[in-house]
């Protein structure tokens, strides 16, 4: 379908947006909103009083619960946004969002979301000061390695962890043959390395799950989102990923998206049969080696620490939290005590 004249400037808007604000935040550009089957009901650009755009806010429809509502939009890792000018402040945005109030409706949703995020901090306070009560609900914290801290102590990866990762390099091919690595971006990565990624998550633990688990390759819908958000050059250069090969099988992979001095892992796995000599350990400090030489200061590593977090040296980053906006007095008491409990 070819895109209407008001979809292209408002996917331009986005656009726009994403690049002026936070660095850390600019993979939410229109393409994050519109890849696979996720296509907002409702795009929203709040202007100031002159015009000029301050945010956008791309709107799905979603039952939870005993409420049908309306969230806003997007993969849900590493966090749903929406994208806000640097310049924006909650005395701007406060009078855009009470204009749209119509649209956002008396209940709307957003969330996951870094609670540390000052894009977020400008939002809330606007939203409040337009007329809605902010209801949040924690859902655990994020786990990140500081690689710049790291990398000035001057002993990260110990000796130890990197004579033992050679060793397991060399299990790793007496066992099963020589070991390579592909290095990509969404910009050359290929049909046959996702087909290796699912491969990979089908031989994995999430694979063994009853209900096939969380995959982002094996599963078609998520392949395809993933696939057709590099149809936005800048989103695919943001994209990276490595893929281990052990012989002719693929062992494991990392994923995610880099912007800013930020990378955040969206999935990293590896096949079980290799468990014994840690494939998805080695590879991630690889990787982190070659992330640290691109600049990157943090990596975000997703909610919770599995053990191997830990110890490789990540430590508990930002609270996420799942926010719901509640217009009146009255619906925000009835709906607190059933959004805030503990899930």
């Known amino acids: 379908m070819v895109p209407s004249d008001q979809q292209a400037c408002d996917a331009a808007l986005f656009d726009a947006l994403a690049q002026s604000g936070q660095s850390n935040r600019s993979f939410l550009r229109s393409r994050w909103f519109t890849a696979g089957a996720r296509s907002p009901d409702e795009t929203l650009v709040l202007r100031d009083a002159t015009g000029a755009p301050l945010a956008a806010i791309a709107l799905a429809g979603r039952r939870k619960g005993p409420l049908r509502l309306r969230e806003v939009g997007g993969c849900y890792w590493p966090f749903r946004g929406i994208p806000i000018a640097e310049d924006a402040t909650a005395e701007t945005l406060a009078p855009a969002l009470r204009s749209e109030r119509q649209r956002l409706g008396a209940v709307w949703r957003l969330g996951p979301a870094e609670d540390a995020d000052p894009a977020l901090a400008t939002l809330l306070a606007a939203a409040r000061q337009a007329g ?66 699912a491969a990979i998550e089908a031989a994995s633990w999430l694979g063994k799950l009853d209900d096939g688990g969380d995959t982002k390759f094996r599963d078609p819908a998520m392949r395809r989102y993933w696939e057709e958000l590099c149809e936005d050059p800048k989103l695919a250069d943001m994209l990276f990923g490595s893929l281990m090969w052990i012989g002719e099988v693929p062992a494991a992979f990392t994923f995610g998206i880099e912007a800013g001095d930020t990378r955040y892992y969206v999935a990293n796995n590896y096949d079980e049969r290799f468990t014994k000599f840690g494939p998805g350990r080695v590879l991630l400090y690889d990787d982190f080696a070659r992330a640290a030489d691109r600049g990157i200061a943090r990596i975000s590593w997703g909610l919770g620490d599995a053990g191997y977090k830990g110890e490789m040296g990540a430590q508990p980053g930002p609270e996420m939290v799942d926010l719901l906006f509640v217009r009146g007095r009255l619906p925000a008491m009835l709906l607190r005590r059933w959004w805030e409990r503990p899930q």
């Open 132 to 197: 809605w009560t902010v209801l949040s609900r924690p859902l655990g914290q994020v786990f990140e390695l500081d690689l710049s801290a790291l990398g000035d102590g001057g002993d990260w990866p110990s000796s130890k962890t990197k004579r033992k990762n050679r060793w397991r390099k060399r299990r790793l091919e007496e066992d099963g043959g020589p070991l390579r690595t592909e290095v990509f971006s969404g910009s050359d990565w290929t049909a046959d390395q996702r087909d290796a990624m």
